[in-house]
């Protein structure tokens, strides 16, 4: 066993014979016939808790930045470069927030359940579902492109 886990565990035991001494010293002067609906609460409360030998769900802080990127409608954000790699092509994008994101093909995006289709070397292309006039569905490209004239004038002077 290691030193990590032998103090968590050692700590733990220590909580637990803490907490049953309080629990036992709060019976003893309780009149005897009543119940003692507090430390029913307080022992319902210790089974709540997270067991600290299993790690955290990280599952909320994935799904947090899928939401961000589905806050806002696609022409909201701003194309800030592509990146090629061996397998498939991602895109960087800055959002109305200022936080920037990377984003892959199949990836949602916008307000309008958007997917990013298609990652070319200048552009990346949403595709939206929209209503049209008449009820019925259709789909909507939407292009966001790099901005050359800025990547001009950021260059060597």
Do not use: C, H
Request: hydrophobic share 40%; charged share 20%; glycine share 8%.
């Amino acid at each position: 066993m290691n030193r990590i886990s032998t103090v968590t565990i050692v700590w733990f035991l220590v909580q637990m014979s803490a907490y049953i001494s309080q629990a036992m010293a709060q019976e003893s002067a309780v009149a005897p016939g009543t119940v003692n609906e507090k430390r029913a609460q307080d022992v319902s409360d210790f089974l709540t808790f997270r067991d600290p030998f299993l790690p955290p769900d990280l599952g909320d802080a994935v799904n947090i930045s899928r939401l961000a990127l589905e806050r806002f409608p696609v022409s909201d954000f701003k194309l800030l470069g592509v990146m090629s790699g061996p397998l498939k092509k991602r895109a960087m994008i800055q959002g109305p927030d200022g936080k920037s994101y990377v984003v892959s093909e199949q990836m949602k995006l916008g307000v309008r359940s958007g997917v990013v289709n298609r990652i070319t070397t200048n552009s990346i292309i949403v595709r939206e579902q929209i209503v049209n006039a008449i009820g019925q569905q259709e789909f909507l490209d939407v292009e966001l492109t790099l901005d050359r004239g800025q990547e001009r004038s950021s260059g060597g002077g």
